[in-house]
């Protein structure tokens, strides 16, 4: 028989996760013809000194926690199915003693942040166990972006995250909540940039009050949060005037979806051409709904909110590096979310302050096109060797492409 071609054919298989031993071996010298010292080479730097886990392990159940949303027990139960016995507070020491190594890296993402000319913020709940009480106390996560791709910047998107925890002054009598504006001010302390996009919560509003060299800060609100409140009066009223109101907003989005990624004076041109005829008459028209319709409906209450807030809703007409909405910062705080359903709550101050470490690492991985468990081994690696503190930013996740380029 002669061979007159052939047919080929690909099917998708698996190698599962394999774990390995690694042996390090450090021979010990000595000369025979003298009382010299014995000469060994040191032992590496490892984040647990002596004990079982390499870097990438670690990595593996940070990744594994604060970005693929699998709490620690569950992690343990798979290395258990594999023939590795790891408890969870095994795997929450380790991580715990990384987030040592790793926090002159989120200092210096901080330090980066407050830089930029335009941030993202918002906030979310953060369950903290309270082992006094036996029960959670509530703290917020604080989330803040710096993403200028929407208007063509190539400049690596930034994220960082910060865990504030609602503090007793007094015992049981005084108490700062985690949602005052007292925190975001304490974290916007030295931001020299202009503009917060924030959604409509009250708290927000003081910092526009800061007397500070550079002036207040500006606000700039969300369409998004605007919208879903007519939304709701659609769904469960069916409002017509709710429905007109949507008909509007999509317009402006529509718009905004022609010049995403051009450059802002670009996208400034579009939106005064064609953007802010339709904020010019969709004001006025707002406000003559609310003499048509009961003062105390919800639609009214609607309605009202929002009025308020239109200078900041219309401030994308006035600098083409705003947005009409929240997006970069609010995909943030979804995945913490997700991480705060499966895991229930933080098991104590620390750990919810490593919580948010990670997340920033990991989210600015994740918006870099960066792989964060390479990225986390080799930093960690490279700072247990001696990365020089004057050269932290070749350790950050944008500048992060292979192993060598850690290198001092």
Known sequence: MAKIGEDVSERLDIVPAQLRVLVTRRPKYACRQCSAAVVQV?????VVPGGLPAEALIAQAMVAKLGDHLPFYRQAEIYTRQGIALDRATLGNWVGRACFHLRPIVDHLRERLICADRI???????PVLDPGRRRTRTGYFWAVVSDDR?????SPPVVFGHSLEPVAFMPSIHYAPGRGAVHA???LEGYCGQFVQCDGYEAYDKLTKVDRTEGPWTLVHCWPHARRRFVKRLEKDGSPIAEEALRQIAELHAIEKTVRGAAPDVRLAARRTLSAP??????????AQLSRIPRSSKLAEDIRCTLPRWPGLTRFLEDGRLELDTNPVENQIRKIALTRKNALFAGHEVGAENWTMLASLIANCKMNDVD???????????????HPRSRIDKLMPGNFTTASSLAP
Do not use: C, K, N
Request: proline fraction near 7%; avoid cysteine; charge should be negative.
């Open 42 to 46: 040191h032992a590496p730097e490892h």
């Open 372 to 386: 964060p468990v390479s990225y986390l081994a080799e930093t960690l690696r490279a700072l247990l060797d001696g």
């Open 278 to 287: 339709i904020i010019a008459a969709f004001q006025p028209w707002l406000a």
């Open 185 to 187: 001010l304490r974290f």
């Open 150 to 154: 929407g208007h063509g910047s190539t």
């Open 120 to 126: 993202f913020m918002d906030e979310t709940r953060a």
